[in-house]
């Protein structure tokens, strides 16, 4: 689309073509207009085990049962613990939860955790965000008497542990249906458990005497945790997000309207905030702090307690960047000797496990290629590892086949992100593995990278006015981008780096219109030291995603920097 001249499609023409260029039929464009929950989600029993986890907790709650959710540390895990024990609220009953610590105990379940869990009197357990892999943890839970009821959506093996129900779109054995729905975070799983259990509740007559809880008012933990779990933003999660943030506006829940607050949000949250302002903030307990923080601020109804909880994570959050910088300007001295590497493997002793994914991001984004990031601990000889991917390597897979192959300890996840348990001495051999196995593949998934365009425009176009109508074909992230638009022709009347390592730009087109620009950690790149050291007589075509500047008096639009390219000599 061209709206270079300003005569180009507006309002509901300009979010078809967006939607349409997204991959939404023609005959499909009005429920993806406004994506409800009425017209995107599915029946809960297309998931295997669906029902048979949903009776299970049903008859949990009516024989007054001790249920404990065990959840992981991260933003996924921590609101799908919440959004549980607040659904057990709403039911009228009691459960508890416990959270791992990251560095005493690892990820997912432990057995010993289970069978401490049954001989304090849990007789049900539910897991989420994890548990798929814990095949040895599982079989001591059910030697000691424990029922456990899985909620995951992490990649599974052929063989499944033994639980009650093992519920996960991504299991092997799952039906069309269902595997389409193998992008949801594990909150976005446990929201249709809570619909089936509601509806089984329902069909034993529970809510006879009493009334049903509108579990609409869940959704500001499902959008949490979905975008900050980096789940696909299609189908089902953009109906997740788009209503959660509906439900987020309106502070229901006293913990996040308090993590609003410590972010310094004046507004309503839109869905960037949710991943780069309150989820690191919930993270930050389970990195470098106490695991059970998250839950415990995502369930208290003390404002008081709120307030503080928030505030601590914050400070924890601040603590945490400062462990990142070190971790990753270490990692990042490792990359001159892997630059014929096309998976990064960095392992040290000593680096913190809590930033570890952190920094594999970081890397990944560097370098264009799939980053592992491992914290060897001398007294153990192990390492704790995090990886990232890039689009089109699925990571999760090859993790659990080097794991299968025994290089690993314990391993698994999605195809965008896995994490790792190694001994020290098969470091090696697990790089060589992955290196081997991933190569081509990421070869050709670079192969296969362009910066595609939704409109260009002239620089007078780039406005408030169209910041807001691309927002009508949101909420945006992986899996459905904002849409990113060209710029030109412009000169830069400025370019300098501003915090650490991001070029800002004052870019000027022929119409005489200016704005600015900025590149993120683009400084030490080399579109960075281009436009700040090689542009200053060239004229450029400039390719971003168009955001509002409301920090002024009047609001203007700035176009966060994806790519550029020389229009021509002056």
Not at 334 to 348: C, E, K, N, P, S
Not at 446 to 475: F, S
Not at 485 to 506: C, P, T, W, Y
Request: proline content about 4%.
């Amino acid at each position: 689309m061209d709206l270079s001249h300003g005569g180009g499609l507006a309002g509901d023409a300009l979010v078809d073509q967006l939607l349409l260029a997204r991959g939404v039929g023609p005959d499909d464009l009005l429920r993806h207009r406004s994506p409800t929950l009425r017209t995107f989600l599915p029946d809960p029993s297309c998931f295997r085990d669906m029902d048979v986890a949903a009776e299970r907790i049903a008859q949990a709650v009516l024989c007054r049962e001790a249920v404990t959710i065990y959840g992981d540390y991260d933003v996924d895990g921590a609101t799908s613990a919440a959004l549980l024990v607040r659904l057990f609220a709403m039911l009228g009953h009691s459960a508890g939860f416990y959270i791992p610590d990251r560095l005493l105990e690892g990820y997912g379940p432990s057995g010993e955790a289970l069978v401490r869990l049954a001989n304090n009197g849990s007789s049900l357990v539910v897991t989420v965000d994890c548990g798929a892999m814990a095949h040895e943890a599982l079989a001591q839970a059910h030697d000691a008497g424990l029922d456990v009821v899985v909620v995951d959506h992490h990649k599974c093996a052929h063989a499944l542990p033994r639980a009650v129900a093992l519920v996960n779109p991504n299991r092997l054995d799952e039906g069309d249906e269902a595997a389409g729905h193998g992008h949801l975070a594990a909150v976005g799983v446990a929201f249709l458990l809570a619909v089936a259990v509601v509806r089984t509740l329902r069909a034993h007559g529970f809510f006879s005497d009493r009334e049903e809880p509108d579990l609409r008012a869940l959704l500001d933990l499902v959008a949490l945790g979905t975008v900050a779990d980096v789940a696909a933003l299609h189908g089902l999660n953009r109906a997740f997000v788009a209503q959660g943030l509906k439900i987020m506006a309106q502070r229901r829940n006293t913990g996040i309207a308090a993590l609003i607050d410590a972010s310094r949000l004046s507004r309503a949250p839109v869905c960037s905030d949710l991943g780069f302002a309150l989820g690191p903030r919930i993270n930050a307990g389970g990195r470098v702090g106490e695991a059970t923080l998250g839950v415990r601020l995502l369930t208290t109804e003390s404002p008081d307690e709120a307030r503080a909880l928030a505030e601590q994570l914050s400070r924890l959050n601040e603590e945490r960047r400062a462990i990142e910088q070190t971790v990753q300007e270490e990692a990042e001295a490792q990359l001159t000797g892997q630059q014929d590497r096309a998976v990064h493997v960095l392992a040290g002793a000593g680096w913190h496990p809590g930033v570890i994914g952190i920094v594999a991001g970081r890397i990944k984004e560097k370098t264009g290629r799939p980053a592992l990031v491992i914290a060897l601990d001398p007294a153990s000889a192990t390492g704790k590892g995090s990886g990232r991917s890039i689009s089109g390597v699925d990571l999760g897979a090859a993790i659990i086949a080097a794991r299968e192959a025994g290089l690993l300890v314990a391993g698994g996840g999605h195809a965008l992100a896995a994490g790792l348990t190694v001994s020290a001495d098969k470091l090696g051999q697990f790089a060589d593995f992955m290196e081997e196995r991933l190569a081509s593949r990421v070869a050709d998934a670079q192969m296969g990278q362009t910066v595609a365009l939704d409109l260009t425009v002239a620089p007078r176009g780039l406005n408030p006015y169209l910041a807001e109508q691309l927002e009508g074909a949101g909420p945006y992230g992986v899996g459905w981008p904002s849409p990113r638009i060209a710029v030109g022709s412009v000169s830069l009347i400025r370019a300098d780096v501003v915090g650490q390592s991001h070029v800002r730009l004052i870019a000027r087109g022929d119409d005489g219109h200016s704005f600015k620009a900025i590149g993120f950690r683009m400084a030490e790149s080399e579109l960075g030291q281009t436009l700040l050291h090689g542009s200053a007589q060239r004229r450029l075509w400039l390719a971003g995603r168009v955001k509002v500047d409301d920090w002024g008096s009047h609001p203007a639009a700035e176009l966060h920097l994806d790519d550029a390219a020389f229009a021509g000599v002056n």
